[in-house]
């Protein structure tokens, strides 16, 4: 199992870009399909973006499509999220998780129960 570390988190204004990294440890990164939640003030967790474990398939919730970009480097142990045209609802804690077991559009559907989960970094987007 992995240990996931994420990064690049903090304040945003509205309109703006900010990109987020997922450091994994180990050498079977690239064995999980990786995806990425987030969880706003006061809201239950909610799914954003996943990617295959190639990275040939990917995967956006409703509220992110067309925004925000899912990719990852296996070379780098690291997935990241590139989040364009932000908005003060994509405020929140952003999470990243991997499991060994899903397929990317099925990851859409979990929130929790999910192999590996990193510690959060926050996102705040100002108006």
């Known amino acids: 199992q992995v240990q996931l570390v994420e990064s690049g988190g903090g304040l945003v204004q509205a309109g703006g870009s900010l990109r987020l990294s997922c450091a994994a440890s180990?050498?079977?990164?690239?064995?999980?399909?990786m995806g990425w939640f987030r969880q706003a003030p006061g809201q239950e967790r909610e799914f954003v973006a996943s990617v295959s474990r190639a990275g040939a398939i990917t995967y956006y919730a409703d509220s992110v499509k067309g925004r925000f970009i899912i990719s990852r480097d296996n070379a780098k142990n690291t997935v990241y999220l590139q989040m364009n045209s932000l908005k003060s609802e994509d405020t929140a804690v952003y999470y990243c998780?991997?499991?060994?077991?899903?397929?990317?559009?099925?990851?859409?559907?979990?929130?929790?129960?999910?192999?590996?989960w990193g510690q959060g970094t926050l996102v705040t987007v100002s108006s």
């Open positions: 998780a991997g499991d060994q077991l899903l397929r990317t559009q099925t990851m859409g559907a979990r929130t929790r129960n999910l192999e590996v």
């Open positions: 180990g050498r079977t990164f690239s064995s999980y399909t």
